[in-house]
């Protein structure tokens, strides 16, 4: 696409006396070298050879011609002049005024290339062209004085050349404005120019999208059984996205072709110039000129035209690469459309149906659908039945009253094998997340829907939870009246889904402001706080007309489900439901004055009493022990937990337990198999596996890196512990074992933080002191991610408890290869095994114990596990993987759970 042929250059360099562009297709080629570009700068501003006497007697500057030229043009010049009679002097100012004039073309077509080659010289030619300028203003104001010289001011005012003097001056004075329109020009051209290198770099980026679009689209193939809808709402957003940035591409091509648009202008521009140079018409001498400039005005033009026409073919190009786009795009989408129909036909996540549970229970508490109609529904989700999906996918888009009128007409009534479970507990892994309860909710509500039950959980929305672990959170359009302190208030309902089950958020529309506290427990009216909310959870599904089989509660904060469901909802005819209270610790058991009960509704008089929910030792009400007493299941979290607190583990609730025990049973927790899962954490550098451990080493290099741990001895082992650091996991060991794994050559992580201040204060002591020992590092707060990095670099895992009603780090511990080194007790008794116990079946053992709750006991086990590591690599390598390859997952204990659950429900559809 060059602006003329290579013989046109030619001839235009020779014109011109530049170096002529080898072509002028494409911005790269047409550029000139930075030495040459100086130099003709330099040239143009050479001094002056000669000097024109004027009034304030400034230098004319030499203005560098073509020798041959000049020989040539001096010839004519002196023919002129006899013909014309005019003096030399004179003709000598015209010609160089055209000379300069041609001169400024050139300059003009210099500073075109030059813009197009680079925007940042455009500044020196501009400066350059000023320059010019101020020659082309001294001649002028030469050209004025040289009359005076020579001629009285009549004799030159009336002589046509003074005349002609004049128009050619007002015609250099139009010139001069041209130019600095031109310059105004060039200046735009430059901005063409740097939005066409902004064009290129965005059709890069979308390139580089592009592909990126194609790759996940790849990934999204293999992985398209296992998205759930938000992944596959998050693909969307990305398309999206993509459009939106098309969008703002093609506005930017637009911009462009404006840009071109004013290019076109600066076309114009340069014919005006041209007519104006005829215009200048003012002797066959200058005629000669003129036409020399015609054919330099045109050589410009046909430049420009080959700049434009390279932009337009760039644009084009570009607007094709969009076209192309566009139809990839949509061959992406159509392709995503037929996957994602084609895996809903394949059957539904556990996602989908939740969402669909929550739709219909917003319809019924918003009484957009009758209470049957609900449970109707509800069933028919909970039986993840077929026609509701199609009936939801033929509704895709349309509003929300269609799809409720297809749902209706599908209501029928039906009997399911499966249970209605109902969690309410104060914490919910990962949402909202303190210990191992919140780690319970979900991994066991995941479990128990995975068998068939329909799962739902109602949890405080608190400020401080983590929003984004929330899927489609809304709220509904309607407020559920609670009664509290003598009065009603409001609460705001939200649901979303989290690990794909159903969640209920109760947002209090209490003064108090019970869940913007930026923190979950630890408040001066917790009692109050949790008391609340309990009465809001049941209000909640008294109000919904649900049926449902089973509430479970957890812990002393939702404790006060127990005695409101059976001695205040029950009597209002809400009583389908069985209690099951699980008790995660028994060192919290919620005690406080008996007038605090009467808060949510309960009856003080009814309940202060020995066999109720007084506390065995103190005179006040404990809302532990009202759960146990009214709960029909009651439950702790390990059969070991459950013996320790028949006895004095129970904190004084042991004879409780006891009156309770055919109600009380042990069941150990397990772990979330797919949050804890080494061979896909996402928190991880390396995934690895039992069968591949190599991935284990590029962790602990990666978290040495990370805390700045030396990694001079590569195989140097790595204890890890990840805990509340309260007096029940044993402080006191955990500060001898960070000292104890320094005297033994080990290096020593510690991730927790402490409710109880001088506690979190001696730790930080511990941290300042060891802050520049490479081997030890204490991390003193929450942090998920960094607590599976821990789980998977450390190799050994350490849990002092002083008692451990189950305790799920050890378990994680073995998940992760890194073996556990713990304490004999409750749940720690039940799930660790010693490797050196003889009375143990050899493949139950699985990590190192100790019973006496001292330095000795804690000595004696890490000191095995030491011997282990660096004496038998082998037995070593054989005990993690073995401890990885135990299944820790809740398959078994939400059995055990479900089995209580159905002889519950079966009693009470006996009773009903
Ligand atoms: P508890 O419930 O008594 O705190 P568990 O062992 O049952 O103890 O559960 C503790 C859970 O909390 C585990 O999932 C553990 O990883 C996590 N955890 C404890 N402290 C921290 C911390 N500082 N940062 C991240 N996770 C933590």
């Known amino acids: 696409m060059a602006c003329s042929s290579a013989a046109g250059a030619e001839a235009t360099a020779l014109l011109f006396r530049h170096p002529a562009p080898s072509s002028i297709a494409g911005r790269r080629r047409l550029a000139v070298p930075r030495r040459t570009r100086h130099q003709n700068l330099r040239i143009s501003v050479q001094p002056p050879q000669k000097s024109t006497p004027s009034a304030n007697h400034r230098k004319r500057p030499n203005i560098q011609r073509d020798v041959a030229a000049a020989s040539s043009d001096k010839e004519r010049r002196q023919k002129f002049e006899g013909e014309n009679g005019l003096p030399n002097i004179q003709l000598e100012d015209l010609v160089g005024m055209i000379q300069s004039t041609e001169k400024n073309i050139l300059l003009l077509n210099q500073a075109r290339l030059q813009t197009l080659e680079r925007a940042d010289k455009i500044l020196k030619e501009k400066e ?38 004049d128009a050619l001056k007002e015609e250099n004075m139009l010139l001069k404005d041209d130019i600095e329109f031109l310059k105004t020009n060039l200046v735009e051209i430059a901005e063409t120019e740097e939005s066409l290198s902004k064009l290129e770099k965005e059709r890069a980026l979308l390139d580089a999208s592009l592909r990126e679009l194609e790759c996940s689209f790849i990934a999204a193939q293999s992985d398209m059984l296992k998205l759930g809808p938000q992944q596959h709402d998050a693909w969307w957003e990305k398309v999206e996205n993509l459009e939106e940035l098309l969008e703002s591409t093609a506005n930017q091509v637009k911009h462009a072709a404006m840009v071109l648009d004013l290019n076109h202008d600066f076309q114009d521009k340069v014919e005006k110039l041209k007519a104006s140079l005829a215009a200048a018409n003012i002797s066959k001498f200058c005629l000669y000129f003129v036409d020399l400039l015609q054919q330099r005005v045109k050589s410009v033009e046909e430049c420009f035209q080959a700049c434009n026409h390279e932009m337009h073919s760039q644009i084009e190009l570009y607007e094709h690469s969009i076209v192309e786009f566009h139809e990839t795009l949509g061959k992406i989408i159509k392709e995503s459309e037929k996957r994602s129909l084609e895996h809903y036909a394949e059957g539904m996540p556990s996602e989908f149906w939740s969402r669909i549970s929550l739709l219909i229970d917003g319809w019924s508490l918003e009484k957009k659908i009758s209470h049957n109609n609900a449970n109707m529904l509800r069933e028919m989700a909970w039986k993840r039945d077929n026609r509701l999906r199609e009936a939801y996918l033929s509704c895709r888009g349309m509003e929300e009253r ?34 191992g309860l919140a780690d319970v909710i979900s991994g066991l ?32 359009d309607v407020v559920v009246q609670s009664y509290f302190e003598g009065n009603l208030f409001g609460n705001k309902i939200w649901t979303g889904t989290v690990e794909g089950l159903p969640v209920y958020f109760i947002e209090p529309q209490h003064p108090a402001k019970f869940f913007w506290r930026a923190q979950y427990y630890g408040e001066h009216d917790d009692f109050k706080r949790f008391s609340y909310f309990s009465r809001v959870a049941l209000e909640l599904l008294h109000q919904s007309g649900k049926k449902v089989d089973i509430i479970h509660c957890h812990d002393w904060q939702t ?16 009583n389908s439901a069985r209690i099951c209270f699980t008790c ?28 109720r929910m007084r506390d065995n030792s103190h005179g006040r009400i404990n809302v532990v022990k009202g759960a146990i007493v009214y709960s029909n299941i009651v439950t702790t979290v390990s059969p070991t937990y459950a013996q320790e607190v028949r006895s004095e583990g129970g904190h004084g609730l042991q004879d409780t337990l006891k009156v309770h025990s055919k109600k009380f049973v042990g069941i150990l927790n397990a772990i979330d198999t797919d949050t804890w899962n080494p061979s896909r954490d996402r928190f991880l550098k390396v995934q690895y596996s039992a069968n591949d451990l190599h991935g284990k080493s590029g962790n602990k290099a990666a978290l040495r890196k990370q805390l700045k741990l030396s990694s001079a001895y590569a195989s140097q082992p790595l204890v890890g512990c990840i805990t509340r650091l309260v007096p029940q996991k044993g402080v006191h060991l955990i500060r001898h074992a960070i000292y104890k794994t320094a005297e033994l050559g080990g290096q020593f992580v510690l991730l927790g933080s402490s409710p109880v201040p001088h506690i979190q204060r001696e730790f930080e002591g511990i941290a300042d002191h060891f802050q520049n020992n490479s ?5 003193l707060k929450y942090d ?15 849990v002092p408890s002083m008692f451990e009603p189950c305790g799920l780090t050890q378990m994680i511990a073995m998940r992760y290869g890194s073996v556990p080194v713990v304490r004999k007790t409750g749940g720690l008794n039940d799930s660790v095994f010693d490797f050196d116990d003889e009375t143990i079946p050899v493949e139950l053992r699985n990590g190192f114990t100790f019973v006496k709750a001292d330095e000795q006991g804690f000595d004696s086990a890490i000191e095995r596990a030491f011997n282990y590591y660096h004496r038998k690599p082998e037995v070593w390598k054989q005990l993690v993987q073995k401890d990885m390859r135990i299944d820790f997952s809740w398959d078994s204990s939400a059995s055990q759970y479900e089995d209580i659950y159905q002889r519950a429900a079966v009693r009470a559809r006996a009773a009903a």
């Not at 799962?455 to 672990?469: G, S």
């Not at 998920?784 to 990095?789: K, V």
């Open 402 to 435: 269609k799809l409720m009128e297809n749902f209706l007409k599908m209501a029928l009534p039906g009997t399911s094998s499966g249970l209605h479970i109902v969690h309410i507990a104060a914490e919910m892994a990962p949402v909202a997340k303190v210990g």
């Open 559 to 574: 404790a006060f489900v127990a005695p409101l469901y059976w001695d205040v909802y029950a009597n209002l005819g809400f």
């Open 584 to 611: 995660h610790n028994f060192e919290y058991q919620g005690v406080a004055p008996a007038q605090d009960l009467a808060y949510c509704g309960l009856d003080v008089e009814h309940l202060d009493r020995p066999d």
């Open 445 to 476: 509500g995941k479990a128990l829907q995975k068998k068939g039950h329909l799962v739902e959980i109602i949890l405080p929305k608190y400020d401080c939870m983590q929003h984004n672990q929330i899927n489609n959170l809304k709220v509904l």
């Open 775 to 779: 081997n030890i590092r204490l991390i």
């Open 784 to 798: 998920d991610a960094l607590s599976h990095m821990i789980f998977a670099a450390s190799d050994m895992f350490i």
């Open 128 to 165: 350059a062209l000023q320059r010019k300028i101020t020659i082309l203003e001294m001649k002028l104001s030469e050209t004025g004085a040289q009359p005076k010289l020579s001629k009285s001011d009549t004799e030159i005012s009336d002589s046509p050349l003074v005349m002609e003097f």
